[in-house]
């Protein structure tokens, strides 16, 4: 193809992905009720558990219109996410050769499921997060929390965990890629258990050790994986390189 033609193909799988995502937010815009109803539940937990006045706040008389768009669009994200990512592969994919299509949709297909996996661990651990950080404030006080702020906290929740669950597929991509061998993925685990914990701990409140925990377990269980993933890898590399004599030369 022609660089007039890459450029057209290119407009054209733009198009489609942001017509996905405009209905998936259209459709966003119906279940945007439904789904605030869902990430405001902690706030109610706070009031039963802590018997103190909680509620969400609208600042502004404009703040409950944003706050239902931009539900919407990040609703109409997450469900046009197949139409958008098949549109980027289908755009790559003609220039690559059948082995690297094979890997590319072997960590495409993996990927999405995790970092789906880990948006949903947040969605589990928000509430422990919500209750124990309003705990701090005294009891006679009230929390009034900003309807836009509390989204923000709780979407960069959902996608850092989200993100961290999908960093082991990188590791592999890495070890297939050639830069990194099995071998210095192990040798590093008390390092990447280290930095594992300590980001369950920046993304959940110190005191809430079980939160830290429940994220903390499957993110080691996945590095584990991608490692004997990058053994397996590296057995079948060796395999295939041809034999050295004494000498040094090729058998």
């Known amino acids: 193809m022609s660089l007039g033609q890459h450029l057209l193909e290119l407009r054209k799988r733009l198009f489609l992905a942001a017509l996905g995502i405009l209905v998936g937010a259209i459709a966003g815009w119906f279940l945007s009720g439904l ?64 082995k690297e299509k094979q890997y590319t949709f072997g960590f495409f297909f993996t990927a999405v499921p995790l ?49 961290a669950f999908v960093l082991p597929v990188f590791v592999v991509l890495l070890n297939f890629a050639g830069v990194i061998s099995a071998r210095s993925i192990i040798k590093s685990w008390r390092v990447a258990i280290l930095v594992i914990v300590l980001f369950t701990a920046i993304a959940t409140p110190a005191a809430d050790v079980v939160s830290m925990f429940l994220l903390a377990v499957p993110m080691v269980v996945l590095y584990f994986a991608a490692y004997g993933i990058a053994v397996l890898h590296d057995r079948r590399a060796a395999r295939r390189l041809p034999p050295v004599g004494v000498d040094g030369l090729l058998l």
């Open 115 to 163: 970092f789906l996996a880990g948006c949903a661990a947040g969605w589990y651990v928000l509430p422990h997060v919500v209750e124990l950080m309003t705990s701090f404030a005294p009891q006679q006080d009230a929390a009034l929390i900003n309807a836009q702020n509390y989204f923000d906290f709780v979407l960069k929740l959902m996608i850092a965990i989200g993100i």
């Open 35 to 98: 789904v605030w109803d869902g990430l405001r539940e902690p706030i109610y937990a706070i009031v039963r558990a802590q018997n103190r006045n909680a509620q969400i706040n609208y600042p502004d008389i404009t703040s409950a219109f944003d706050l239902k768009l931009r539900i919407s669009f990040y609703v109409g994200l997450i469900v046009s996410s197949p139409v958008w990512l098949y549109q980027i592969f289908a755009f790559f994919t003609p220039g690559l050769t059948r």
